[in-house]
């Protein structure tokens, strides 16, 4: 079979191509390609030198781009696998410049804070916050059971609605720039439906509750405000909070 009598029967110009520059064995492709028509292939060489060299220069190109992409894809995969360090805090990590994790028997917590630590000497501490809970748990969060620790030891219970009420009109210019200024809490599985954290609310916007309950099918976010005598300093201050069976510690440093 000449060349030009196996076009006309309809077969790929492509895969001869390909075998004729040895990216495809004959013997993978069947019956066609006996010797005649390899020997065919051999005058198509001369014919045509110039449109196999292109081929073969593209796939070669498609070969390396492919390799480096694969090269690149490793490498972040790998950066993104080691973001995540260990704190000297047992059972603490932190996936974040601003951001601290820790994983418990009843809630699994996130802690955002960046606009905190960026701007110290606040009277208000703000902080953004994700809860959710391992398989098979669930957990209550109390509003009188949550605080931080301050530096010097102190002790400040999260605010009541009412006195995040009658702060709220000197604080809503630090609340806009924390809108701007926060980093991105999604930490849990995107299947967890969102709940938020309702312990606080402009005045007369919506309803407040002095409880939040979690499970693991959802994650709830939101912001804690905690009014700090005197304004935040920067050091080493921790959140905590006290559960039903646990309790829930997060260093984080202003």
């Not at 806009?176 to 200024?181: G, P, T």
């Amino acid at each position: 079979m000449t060349f030009p009598e196996f076009a006309t029967r309809g077969e790929s110009l492509k895969t001869g191509i390909n075998v004729a520059i040895g990216l495809v064995h004959p013997a993978t492709i069947g019956g066609v390609f006996d010797h005649r028509f390899i020997g065919a292939l051999g005058t198509y060489r001369q014919l045509w030198p110039g449109t196999l060299a292109v081929r073969k220069k593209e796939m070669e190109m498609k070969t390396m781009t492919i390799r480096t992409l694969t090269v690149l894809m490793c490498a972040l995969t790998l950066a993104g696998c080691t973001s995540t360090v260990a704190t000297d805090t047992p059972g603490v990590d932190q996936p974040g410049k601003y951001i601290v994790r820790q994983e418990g028997p009843e809630l699994d917590t996130v802690l955002g804070t960046r606009f905190a630590a960026l701007n110290p000497g606040q009277e208000w501490l703000i902080l953004e916050v994700a809860f959710s809970s391992p398989a098979q748990a669930t957990a209550r969060i109390e509003r009188s059971k949550v605080f931080v620790k301050t530096p010097a030891g102190e002790r400040i219970p999260l605010a009541t609605q009412s006195e995040f009420a009658n702060d709220y009109s000197s604080l809503q210019a630090a609340i806009n720039k924390a809108n701007v200024v926060r980093d991105p809490m999604d930490y849990f599985p995107p299947s967890r439906l969102p709940c938020k954290v309702t312990f606080f609310s402009a005045p007369g916007q919506s309803v407040v509750y002095d409880e939040v309950s979690v499970n693991n099918r959802r994650v709830c976010s939101g912001r804690l405000f905690f009014k700090v005598p005197g304004g935040t300093q920067t050091g080493r201050w921790s959140l905590g909070i006290d559960l039903e069976e646990s309790t829930v510690r997060l260093p984080f440093n202003l």
